[in-house]
């Protein structure tokens, strides 16, 4: 049975002791009894302040919104936002309350989740300002042995991407991967991991029997989370992902696309541990709202043998090569880059200059360098 840092936290309490704490959390911050970090932490401790990440500290907040500052109504502990029209840190005044952030966030285990960089930001904050930080440290979802994708590009930073060089699949903890970044990026924090116990590298999460509580509104179960690595990047194309429907990143379609043919095509590739299942359904939000899509599901077969990342690049590829129709998303922004690019860390993909089999063997040379680097930072075991 796997313990998280939350639940180990008696054996590093001496740390908390006498100091001013401000946490870092969402609905995913809980032990296993489903008791919140903000009410033990609120009890046991003196919490001064909490930081909001997306949805509130409870996920009480709208999805997608901004966050404003408020009062946590069970404990009247202030919120302050990192989820601001202005900004996402930790800036001084929210700092001045506390001697000491903790992050307790249930990761996703993919380069795309926001609320590592959440973390990390607020690492590189409490460095500058010299305070404390302490991660409660949680299962990677996905395992830590396996590494997936490429490493992304320092000129296509932003909030769904924002290490230089770190991989789509990248298996690590959120422990590990804030001990990496403070000695990689140099940032000199006083940092605690707060270890897990009965937790190895090589386990995915159903091994864990942990339940699961959705890390985020678009990834409602661990099959979802399995595949998010791969088909998040269809967020940078003109189909649907799924989102407005009950199964998010599950379900690719569009108004134009042929199901049994893509289900067929797809199918014909024989790709490890997922199948492919003509679909059709309507968006209620989000990309074609309203528009019957046609597509695919995808059903995971063996959750071992899945290699999300190399499903994605397969799924796009065959989109571009056999519907003219399929167009990657324009900038937001003038003057900005196109969300495939920021997802992708790099412009390879939407330019479509590439080989699908030369770009995988290009993706598995990255995914060993990562692999290989990211090892000294290990706190568990295969």
Aim: overall charge negative; hydrophobic content about 40%; aromatic content about 10%.
């Amino acid at each position: 049975m796997v313990q998280c840092g939350v639940e180990t936290l008696q054996e590093r309490q001496h740390l908390l002791k006498g100091k001013r704490l401000g946490l870092i959390t969402s609905p995913t911050g809980l032990t296993r009894d489903f008791v919140s970090t903000v009410d033990l932490l609120h009890e046991q401790f003196h919490l001064a302040a909490l930081f909001s990440p997306e949805h509130g500290v409870r996920g009480d907040q709208e999805a997608g919104g901004l966050v404003e500052n408020y009062r946590d109504a069970r404990t009247g502990v202030p919120v302050y936002s990192l989820y601001r029209q202005d900004s996402k840190r930790l800036i001084p005044e929210m700092l001045e309350q506390v001697d000491m952030v903790v992050y307790d966030i249930q990761d996703a285990g993919a380069r795309f989740y926001t609320f590592i960089y959440t973390m990390l930001y607020a690492l590189e904050d409490c460095a500058k300002a010299g305070k404390a930080f302490m991660v409660l440290d949680r299962p990677n979802p996905l395992g830590g042995a396996v590494v997936e994708g490429n490493r992304l590009k320092a000129p296509f930073r932003s909030f769904v991407g924002n290490y230089p060089g770190l991989a789509i699949r990248y298996g690590l903890t959120t422990g590990e991967l804030a001990l990496m970044a403070n000695d990689q990026l140099k940032l000199n924090a006083e940092l605690h991991v707060v270890q897990m116990k009965g937790w190895s590298r090589s386990m995915l999460f159903p091994d864990t029997e942990q339940l699961w509580v959705p890390p985020s509104m678009g990834l409602p179960r661990f099959g979802t989370a399995l595949l998010y690595p791969g088909t998040c990047l269809i967020e940078g194309t003109n189909l649907s992902e799924g989102r407005g429907t009950p199964l998010p990143f599950e379900l690719i379609g569009a108004p134009y696309l042929d199901a049994d043919r893509l289900a067929s095509e797809m199918n014909r590739l024989s790709l490890p541990g997922v199948r492919f299942r003509p679909a059709h359904f309507k968006p209620a939000a989000s990309k074609h709202q309203g528009e019957l899509c046609h597509g695919v599901q995808l059903h995971i077969t063996d959750l071992r043998t899945l290699r999300p990342v190399e499903t994605g690049i397969r799924l796009i590829d065959t989109l571009r090569r056999n519907w003219e129709e399929f167009a990657f998303l324009p900038p937001v922004r003038e003057g900005g880059r196109p969300f495939m690019d920021l997802l992708w860390g790099d412009s390879v993909l939407r330019e479509g200059a590439f080989r699908v089999e030369e770009l995988l063997d290009q993706l598995r040379e990255e995914s060993a360098a990562f692999a290989g680097e990211k090892s000294i930072y290990h706190l568990y075991k295969g």
